[in-house]
């Protein structure tokens, strides 16, 4: 047998001997600790007016949970509906948890400047920072179209005042 062969074939049994362990051991005997977000239905897409915001609370009624939803009237980053337009994001600032509410500004699809240092987020490009004292992107909420109904179903993003977006 050539080295390069001898190497090749050791290879492939290392690989081998390591994904039984790791089947034999860890993933059978411990149990799933996943967390899923509430399904939750927030509006119809009929109802829906480009540059209107919705608000809503999501994913529970706790602190900082107060979102908003908005027909843009053009493409974005996780956007629903026939044209892509449809998108969802929490509502407090990332920075310093300034309220956002209000601030959502039609000609630049943004939201903000933040009351208190004056972050701006971009709601066509899942709600990066425009401009401003944050450094993470806005929470969006994420959602589901059925039918004509519209659904939010999880959040990209650390919600801010949490530890964990699902705080039971
Ligand atoms: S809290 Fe919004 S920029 Fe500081």
């Not at 400047?113 to 909420?141: E, W």
């Amino acid at each position: 047998m050539s080295r390069r062969k001898f190497l090749l074939t050791s290879g492939v049994s290392t690989a081998t001997v390591m994904v039984t362990m790791n089947m034999g051991t860890s993933l059978a005997d411990v149990p799933a600790m996943v967390a899923t977000y509430p399904r939750k239905k927030i509006a119809k897409l009929s109802d829906l007016k480009n540059d209107k915001p919705v608000d809503f609370e999501y994913p529970d009624k706790g602190a900082y949970a107060q979102s908003m939803l908005v027909k843009l009237g053009q493409e974005a980053g996780g956007g629903i509906g026939p044209q892509k337009d449809v998108v969802a994001f929490n509502n407090f600032c990332t920075h310093q948890g300034g309220d956002l509410t209000g601030t959502y500004k039609a000609d630049t699809k943004s939201m903000g400047a933040c009351p208190l240092h004056l972050s701006t987020y971009d709601l066509t490009r899942h709600g990066i920072l425009i401009s401003g004292q944050a450094y993470q992107s806005l929470p969006q909420v994420l959602l589901e179209l059925k039918g004509d109904d519209i659904y939010a179903v999880g959040v990209f993003g650390l919600i801010f005042g949490r530890y964990d977006n699902l705080q039971g």
